[in-house]
């Protein structure tokens, strides 16, 4: 059975108070570097991997997108998505994404949120994209970075009085499962190195345009004082790359 987290009532009601839960990409830190990496969305076939709420999917057709199928594990994350959308070429599936299957060149842009470090093999995932990408498609994903996820505790080192003194990394080099807490559950992700994403992606035939470790825009920074520690390290890897036509 694979995690699926946000169908525990207790953890979907915290996630839903999320600010990014709330304002959708506006109040996601790290959308105004995603949404640099994406391509011309129009006329495009659009696949989003762990849609969550679908602000993606949204987004995509609201920049004349063909057509955009959202995937994601939890039930109550695309009842949330369905309530939300009123398009007809927006489809949600409720699926694993590690059991996705399309036909090959079906899509002409691919995107993923948040998701990956959730899931046991990225290069499989690598795989059934490049196969589902049309030649010179388009994959844009973020994750959590691999400096966040290096540890179980992965939270910030703090003095007597509780002041954040630095956030510490260890383990960096042992990928594999951590058992980690998230809004006050237990949570298990999966850390990879830095290395591993941009390798398993080249090794399967994607070429690399970017990648970002983005920090919080000035406008989030000045209406939420406390993101000035998101400055100190990076929370967010962020990486778009192309399907070689000549694989």
Known sequence: MKQNKYDDPNFFSEYKKMVRSVKGLSG??????????????ENQNVLDLGCGFGWHCRYAREQKANSVIGVDISEKMLHKAREMTDDP??????MPLEDIHFSAEQFDVIISSLAF??????????????????????????????????????????DEHGNRLHWPIDHYQLEGVRETTFLAENVIKYHRTISTYLNDLIQVGFQIQAVEEPRPS??????????KDEN??????????VKNILK
């Not at 000035?218 to 993101?227: D, K, T, V």
Request: glycine content about 4%.
């Open 232 to 241: 100190r390290r990076p929370m967010f890897l962020l990486i778009s790359a």
């Open 89 to 94: 070429y927006i489809s949600y599936l409720n």
């Open 28 to 41: 996601a830190g790290e959308w105004y570097v995603f949404k640099s990496l994406l391509p011309n969305l």
């Open 117 to 158: 470090h959730y899931v046991k093999s990225f290069e499989e995932i690598c795989k059934k994209v490049f196969s589902y990408l049309k030649p010179g498609g388009i994959f844009v994903f973020s994750v959590e970075h691999p400096i966040f996820t290096s540890r179980n505790e992965q939270d910030w080192y703090y």
């Open 218 to 227: 000035e406008e989030m920074l000045a209406e939420i004082p406390e993101m």
